[in-house]
């Protein structure tokens, strides 16, 4: 029963850390329709910001200089080079932000190596939050839980219940109505999508400390964020939220299953016990990286524009 529930909370943890990176990509595509594909590439630019200002400020100095960065590199990304393609469409959105993620994780390679580097958690940090039977629970691994929670309420009051969130989702709507009003429709949609490139600066800061920090990162978790934005909704905070608990959940229960394919067929009569010892004797925990996919696949089947539909934020 430990397990379980230490499974279920690591679950939860991660699926946090996938919506703290997509909440970013989603409020980029739900108010200005990019598909930005160097989103989780601003999540490996948080984690070694974070990494190289922690030497000389701190911890929670590296977590801040590593949000603010990366959102200062997000804002001249779109005000620079996003801002002259958009009006081509997204195939040429798409092409410029897939070359950015390549030129971005080669000047990793080339300032700090092509391998992990070192940056752990502080060992002010490093105690249990609480004790399930006789697991110790990481403190950070809840505040990384939390954090998550605060950023998707921060989010959703800020667009929903402020002035300034009116002012976005009317840009969003009608930009040309809110030009004559006298905003400055261009600074909105800099600012959201430097917004959008802090917040994965800010999950990269802090899942870099906790897991590992690697050239390899946005490339491990890039294309897991778009399964979770589909999943939810295109442009669905509160989707993308659900979709990234759903997968969190599913990837971290399934390696805790200690059966087979063959096993569980032959356990139900769809195979003999001679099929299921040599041709499907494949461990489930094996599938936990197709199962995102497999879940897009089922939802794009059964609700194509995904759990939240067409909701925007």
């Known amino acids: 029963m430990d397990t379980i529930v230490v499974a279920l909370l690591n679950g939860l943890i991660y699926g946090l850390l996938l919506f703290m990176i997509s909440s970013g990509l989603t409020l980029i595509f739900g108010m200005m329709g990019i598909l930005n594909f160097a989103h989780a590439s601003f999540y490996m630019l948080g984690a070694y910001l974070a990494f190289a200002a922690t030497r000389i400020f701190g911890f929670w100095g590296g977590i801040v200089i590593g949000t603010l960065g990366v959102a200062l590199i997000g804002l001249i990304c779109e005000r620079t080079l996003l801002r002259h393609v958009r009006r081509h469409g997204h195939v040429q959105e798409l092409l410029l932000t897939f070359g950015l993620s390549f030129a971005f994780e080669e000047l990793v390679k080339v300032f700090f190596g ?48 402020t002035r300034i969130g009116l002012v976005v989702r009317a840009a969003v709507l009608n930009p040309d109505m809110v030009r004559a009003l006298g905003y400055n429709v261009s600074a909105i949609f800099s600012g959201m999508f430097a917004v959008g490139a802090g917040l994965a600066g800010l999950a990269g800061a802090m899942g870099g400390a906790y897991y590992t920090t690697n050239p390899n990162m946005a490339t491990e978790l890039g294309v897991i964020v778009f399964v979770v934005v589909v999943v939810g909704g295109l442009g669905s905070l509160s989707g993308a939220l659900i979709a990234s608990l759903i997968i969190g959940v599913l990837v971290n229960a399934v390696v805790y ?20 010892r040599t041709l499907l004797n494949v461990p489930i925990a ?14 794009l089947m059964i609700r194509p524009q995904g759990i939240a539909g067409d909701e925007r934020v």
């Open 114 to 161: 092509p391998y992990a580097v070192s940056y752990p958690v502080p060992e002010s940090l490093r105690f249990a939050a609480f004790s399930i039977g006789a697991v110790q629970y990481p403190f950070f691994r809840v505040l990384i839980g939390a954090t998550a929670i605060a950023m998707f309420a921060a989010i959703f009051c800020l667009l929903r219940f």
């Open 257 to 276: 299953v200690d059966t087979t394919f063959g096993d569980l067929l032959a356990k139900i009569g769809v195979v003999s016990a001679e099929t299921a």
């Open 286 to 299: 094996n599938t936990a990286g197709v199962l995102p996919f497999l879940l897009m696949l089922l939802v």
